[in-house]
């Protein structure tokens, strides 16, 4: 299913594919086609086996699989990664891994969906690493970026574009949506900016002075 090694290293986005909900195969195989690098966390090994996705690393606390040399000996060489620590996630463990091998940006699949827990903390912890590394978490309904300085992108009309705060947000301010907010504060739980639209064709700008913010490009 992957032609990923037909890019060279370096000069697209890496990929990990974690355990939550599987997503469209036209969406997984785009992703696959633009990574010169996969990873692939230790719950959803099975399913990525099953769909004969070729890996490059495997990451996890392999606590609860069992991994034959079998099972993966016709994906060698695959480098195995061993992250017992319990006080992380295995997303967590796998993004601080590319960020160690210099890898620049990461796009994420099957990381929402399924728990409920799993899906909050996934979503919420990508903000930590936006210093680090650019990242991408896609499903079939959302593509999900944490926000850093000023961001400025051209959208089609009808855009549904969602501004998520993890904790407090201060001085969000946003041009080309119905509902622009100027210099205004969001927090979790209280006021977020969920669902508004691009009015026309054209740039959306994003900037905010302090806290973490999730910008949510959605469809139905």
Avoid at 118 to 147: C, E, F, G, Q, W
Wanted: charged residues 20%; glycine residues 8%; hydrophobic residues 40%.
């Amino acid at each position: 299913m992957s032609s990923h090694h037909f890019v060279k290293e370096g000069q697209e986005p890496a990929l990990i594919i974690a355990n939550g909900e599987s997503c469209s195969n036209e969406l997984l195989g785009q992703l696959l086609e633009w990574s010169p690098y996969v990873l692939v966390l230790d719950g959803a090994i099975h399913r990525v086996l099953d769909l004969g996705i070729k890996m490059d690393a495997l990451l996890g606390d392999f606590d609860s699989h069992d991994h034959s040399l079998e099972q993966l000996q016709q994906q060698m060489p695959v480098e195995i990664i061993h992250t017992p620590d319990q006080n992380k996630t295995d997303l967590q463990k796998g993004i601080e891994f590319l960020i160690d091998k210099g890898i620049a940006a990461v796009n994420i699949v099957w990381a929402t969906g399924r728990r409920a827990d799993h899906n909050l903390t996934n979503i919420t912890d990508i903000v930590r690493y936006k210093a680090y590394i650019n990242i991408v978490m896609y499903d079939d309904y959302s593509r999900i970026i944490p926000l850093s300085g000023q961001f400025k992108k051209w959208y089609a009309a009808g855009t549904v574009i969602s501004l998520m705060p993890v904790g407090t947000v201060e001085g969000v301010v946003t041009s080309g949506l119905k509902y622009n907010l100027h210099n205004e504060s969001l927090t979790i739980g209280y006021r977020s900016g969920s669902s508004n639209q691009v009015v026309e064709d054209g740039f959306v700008t994003i900037s905010h002075n302090h806290g973490d913010l999730l910008l949510m490009e959605c469809k139905d």
